[in-house]
């Protein structure tokens, strides 16, 4: 398995936050919180698609949910 890749996203404050990057379709623990951004590849590194934050991040959205085509 490879390393799992981080990115630094810069908030509003100016302050960089360090995220993990993850497939669609990743699993995570029940009631594993977070702040999430659904990005997308180009020229640039990524490209943030939607920010958000949960109580739990499982289930995740997935390709295979309903809702925006991802």
Known sequence: MSE??????????RKDYPFT???LNSEF???HAG????????????EALFI???DSLSPFP?????GPQL
């Open 35 to 46: 702040v999430y951004i659904l990005a997308k590849p180009t020229d640039q590194p990524l």
């Open 62 to 66: 997935s390709r295979d949910s309903a």
């Open 21 to 23: 990057v993850h497939e």
């Open 52 to 54: 958000g934050q949960t």
């Open 29 to 31: 623990a029940p009631d």
């Open 4 to 13: 799992a890749q981080t990115v630094n996203w810069r908030g509003a404050s």
